[in-house]
């Protein structure tokens, strides 16, 4: 069984930072919930859209990991985001930026039978 640190990082690696959107089959089980500022995504499809979006608009979107904790309900993580260059991002503003963050959560429900 594989650990919820563990997962979060593969989902960061593997979906957002390689932008393999179909990992997300593996990785994202199908009730998840995304609470974004704008939306709400439900489900694997919702999940993967919202992904779609996000990459779309911030094409050389990267995550760093630099620090997280975790037990096996939920993890918080801080972090490095760079998103450089603008994409397509629809009625939203573009911004050209980069900024340290705190991902708190990654609440989502994750499958936790993998390996």
């Known amino acids: 069984m594989t ?3 563990t997962l979060s990082h593969r989902i960061i690696d593997e979906i957002w930072n390689q932008k393999n959107v179909d990992a997300a089959d593996q990785l994202i089980s199908s009730d998840c919930v995304v ?3 704008h939306s709400v995504h439900e489900g694997l499809d ?3 859209q919202f992904v779609r979006e996000y990459l779309n608009a911030f094409p050389d979107l990267h995550f760093t990991i630099e620090d997280q ?9 801080h972090g ?5 260059t603008p994409g397509n991002s629809g009625d939203r503003p573009a911004r050209n930026r980069e900024r340290n963050s705190t991902q708190q959560g ?4 994750i499958r936790r039978e993998l390996e």
């Open 3 to 5: 650990d919820v640190a």
């Open 35 to 37: 609470h974004d500022p």
């Open 46 to 48: 919702g999940y993967k």
């Open 69 to 77: 904790v975790a037990d096996e309900h939920a993890m918080d993580c």
């Open 80 to 84: 490095h985001t760079s998103r450089g």
């Open 106 to 109: 990654e609440r989502r429900k």
